[in-house]
């Protein structure tokens, strides 16, 4: 194999490893709704996810009943759809998370808000504290398998069939290239 095709096998790896995530909301469809108790709450989904820049959140939900509205903390806090940054009926939302610090959504839909149904996603900064991180637990979510699967890391099938290639290739590099 020559130099620059090991190079770019390694280059094309290492974009694919730091691609971020596609997330779904809630880990399954259809948990963007009215919670039902507040132990079923999306925020509680959300404090044991760890979410990074260039991660996406999908939300799949009945667009006939529902929508996501992405506000401001204030609007956040009283429930105010009146001036949202952003608004989604479409059942099948996904928002790219570019920037760390927190992400604030709510229903659009008169009183779901105030019943619970709202998102609060807290984004690492690239220089979160390292030993902070290396305490807590790791982030071990499974891949979806298929349509109706309820794990909710979806990753793209064919950037895995690369990453894959790339690693086996990566193997037979001698061990003096990298030395």
Sequence with gaps: ????????????????????REILVGGKSNTWKVPESTEETLNRWSERTRFK?????????????????QVSQKDYE??????????????????ELMRSGPFYFISGEDGHCQRGEKL??????????????????PFTAPVTKDKGSSDHVLINQAQRSVATACFLALLHIPLAFLV
């Design 1 to 20: 194999m020559s130099t620059s095709l090991m190079m770019s096998c390694l280059f094309l790896l290492l974009c694919l490893l730091c691609e971020g």
């Design 120 to 137: 609060l996603v807290v984004v690492l900064s690239p220089n979160h504290n390292r030993s902070y991180a290396a305490d807590a637990p």
């Design 78 to 95: 009283r429930c105010d759809r009146s001036e949202p940054i952003g608004g989604y009926k479409d059942g099948h939302t996904k928002i």
């Design 53 to 69: 820049i260039g991660d996406s959140l999908l939300w799949k939900y009945n667009a006939e009943k529902d929508s996501v509205m």
